[in-house]
């Protein structure tokens, strides 16, 4: 059967997603607790390769098992094994076409910045810290420039493989909350580092070194060199996937 994990995690301590060489990833993790405690060799499938140090509330994944344990009850018994740091939220039985990458969804992302005087601890991991003051306002005016369907090459590393840039954004809205503001975006997909970019881009604009409709420009001259700087990558959750 296939088995679908919704997987939450601090990526602190990781090197990203997806296995790597150079140190343990979440993928890593999975494969072998999940390996362990099946009694078989288990590879996990991932919706979104987050990036080392990105965290998730949500991510999906999908594995291959001959397993008699029910697929509700996995996530139980998974969540023993593994560390603090990673969750298991839910694991289900789904049909054997479901692929988490390129079944139609909607993801959504958050970029928190702490915007105020002095460093908070207990934020530390979890959000970007900015000192200079941000004008939340001319964030939103920018933000609204990239809802739709665009040409985000701007807003691409450029180590993105793709065949098309072309992005559809749902909803992007920017929100203070006492210290906290918060980039929230919700889109079909999103290019490597798309939305660290527009966070780093929409930081400028906040900090008044770019305009709001500067957006514009920057959309059609499809030059990252264009666009702000790749925001750090502790500030980045991925919240979830909603599949349609």
Same mark, same amino acid.
């Given at each position: 059967m296939q088995v679908k994990l919704v997987v939450a995690y601090e990526g602190t301590n990781y090197c990203g997603w997806q296995i790597q060489p150079n140190g343990i990833t979440i993928e890593q993790v999975l494969n072998e607790t999940l390996s362990s405690l099946l009694g078989e060799e288990i590879t996990v499938? &991932?919706?979104?390769?987050?990036?080392? &140090?990105?965290?998730?509330? &949500?991510?999906?994944?999908?594995f291959e098992t001959h397993t008699k344990m029910p697929a509700e009850k996995i996530s139980f018994a998974l969540n023993q094994r593994l560390p603090?740091?990673?969750?298991?939220?839910?694991?289900?039985?789904?049909?054997?076409?479901f692929h988490p990458r390129f079944s139609k969804s909607?993801?959504?992302?958050?970029?928190?910045?702490?915007?105020?005087?002095?460093?908070?601890?207990?934020?530390?991991?979890?959000?970007?810290?900015?000192?200079?003051?941000?004008?939340?306002?001319?964030?939103?005016? *920018? *933000?609204?420039?990239?809802v &739709?369907?665009?040409d985000f090459t701007s807003f691409a590393s450029v180590h993105a493989q793709t065949n098309t840039y072309v992005r559809m954004i749902y909803a992007l809205d920017v929100v203070r909350e006492g210290d906290m503001i918060r980039i929230r975006v919700q889109g079909n997909g999103f290019l490597y580092n798309m939305v660290r970019i527009i966070a780093g881009t929409l930081i400028q604009v906040g900090a008044g070194i770019k305009k709001p409709e500067d957006m514009e420009s920057i959309l059609a001259g499809k030059d990252r060199e264009l666009a702000g700087p790749? *925001?750090?990558a502790h500030g980045l959750t991925m919240i979830g996937l909603e599949y349609l």
């Open positions: 499938t &991932g919706a979104s390769r987050t990036d080392a &140090g990105v965290h998730s509330l &949500g991510n999906v994944a999908v603090e740091d990673i969750v298991v939220q839910e694991s289900c039985q789904v049909p054997e076409d909607r993801k959504t992302y958050e970029y928190r910045i702490l915007n105020c005087r002095f460093r908070q601890p207990l934020e530390r991991r979890t959000s970007y810290f900015y000192h200079y003051p941000l004008d939340v306002s001319a964030m939103q005016k *920018a *933000a609204a420039y990239l &739709g369907e665009h790749t *925001a750090p």
